[in-house]
């Protein structure tokens, strides 16, 4: 619409200079024309005997009319141009502000979609390190979830270990008491069979229950000895296993 508006406009100025030429074309015409006639008539005025300053005084008057005529057909051509320019420089004021007011639609809607996604970027910003902050904390509960397994694996190990040995020490401290109460009861009774070898007042006393003596009696202090490490073994693992709360 626009286009064949212009198109219109550019046509409506080649009419105005066409209009001005063929007014300016008629008037140059008609100037010669006057000329030519007094021209011709003076030559005439000359060869039929005729004063030709008449003649050249008619033609100087007709000259200046022709000129004034010609002078006021400029300016109302001038003034026809005049207004054609203001009509243009109007249209294409309102044209532009047309364009100019759409630009700033335009320019509107861009900064309304800026300021949106700045919106946008700043909460997807905030939600990244509110994010962030969490993966944190959850890698501090994590480590120290790990920390208390790895603690608890190498308690449960050692406790495990502990008891194993608590219950070997145990076994090995009531087979000791078990043997050391046995040698208690035959040293008594090799020690009497012993008095009676010694004193010969008795057959049924044997040659050697005073060397059965000594062995059970070398022995039962072996015994004894073996019974106090593992009680002092027991001792340790017990006050271990309470430093380490599985008692």
């Known amino acids: 619409m626009n286009k064949q508006s212009d198109n219109l406009d550019d046509g409506d100025e080649d009419v105005v200079v066409i209009e001005q030429r063929d007014k ?10 006057v000329i030519g006639i007094a021209a011709g008539g003076l030559i005439g005025a000359l060869l039929s005997g005729q004063s030709w300053q008449q003649s050249y005084q008619t033609l100087e008057t007709r000259y200046h009319q022709l000129e004034q005529a010609n002078q006021k057909t400029l300016v109302d051509s001038d003034q026809q141009t005049h207004v054609k320019i203001q009509q243009l420089s109007k249209e294409f004021d309102q044209k532009l502000a047309e364009q100019k007011n759409t630009y700033q639609q335009q320019l509107d809607v861009l900064n309304g979609k800026i300021d ?20 944190t904390q959850v890698n501090k509960v994590n480590n120290r979830l790990n ?15 502990l008891f194993q040995k608590e219950l070997k020490v145990k076994q090995s401290l009531e087979s000791l008491e078990q043997e050391r109460d046995t040698l208690q009861q035959k040293k008594k009774e090799l020690k009497k069979e012993c008095d009676l070898y010694l004193q010969g007042t008795s057959w049924d006393a044997h040659s050697d229950a005073c060397d059965q003596q000594d062995a059970a009696n070398e ?20 006050a271990l296993a309470k430093d380490l709360g599985i008692e």
């Open 116 to 135: 949106q996604l700045t919106q946008e970027k700043t909460a997807l910003a905030k939600q990244l390190s509110n994010e962030q902050s969490k993966i």
């Open 147 to 161: 920390h208390q397994a790895d603690l608890q694996a190498t308690m449960f190990e050692r406790s495990r270990e």
């Open 24 to 33: 300016r074309t008629y008037l140059y015409i008609g100037i010669a024309a």
């Open 219 to 238: 022995r039962l202090g072996k015994v004894n000895q073996l019974i106090k490490v593992n009680q002092m073994d027991l001792k340790e693992i017990q």
